[in-house]
């Protein structure tokens, strides 16, 4: 679960420089709201179509790992077990990078079209907005649909 976060968490700084977070600082554009957008990054993630699969493959790659560590921790010493730790835990973080990275990248694809669509040179995490701005959620929940 702190992986899937952490993947969040990268989208979210991706669409902040793929979007272009420096044209937040010029004047011009927090002037002009209209030209902001934002995402509610976990519904679109909730709405890929195929991140129910992607997360139960992960889910299992855990519990696999989870069971070796216990059938071998046993005949380990703290060193051995921290070794041992480290190497199923980069063994999940790598199969998560090969099931979640494509998928943050279409992800990131349609937040990009849909933003160049409706002309939004900005966009945002729906968390991070207070008031302003222009909610495109649903229509990048249509492209990634598609």
């Known amino acids: 679960m702190i992986l899937v976060k ?13 979007v272009g977070f420096a044209g937040v600082l010029s004047p011009k554009t ?17 709405s890929y179509p ?3 699969s992607a997360r139960a493959a992960i889910g299992l790659e855990q519990k ?6 216990q059938s071998k921790a046993a005949g380990l010493d703290d060193e051995g077990k921290r070794a041992l730790d480290k190497t199923l835990t980069e063994r999940i973080a790598q199969r998560e990078d090969e099931l979640m990275g494509p998928i ?4 990131l694809a349609a937040i990009n079209k849909v933003a160049k669509a409706q002309g939004i040179s900005t966009v945002f995490d729906s968390a991070a907005i207070v008031t302003g ?6 229509d990048v929940i249509d492209v990634i649909s598609k």
Do not use: H, P, Y
């Open 30 to 46: 927090v002037l002009a709201a209209d030209t902001i957008g934002f995402v509610n990054v976990q519904r679109v993630f909730a």
């Open 6 to 18: 952490k993947q969040i968490l990268s989208l979210l700084v991706a669409v902040l420089v793929c």
């Open 104 to 107: 943050q990248k279409k992800i």
């Open 133 to 138: 701005g222009k909610d495109i959620t649903k």
């Open 50 to 52: 195929d991140i129910s």
């Open 64 to 69: 696999k790992a989870q069971e070796e560590f």
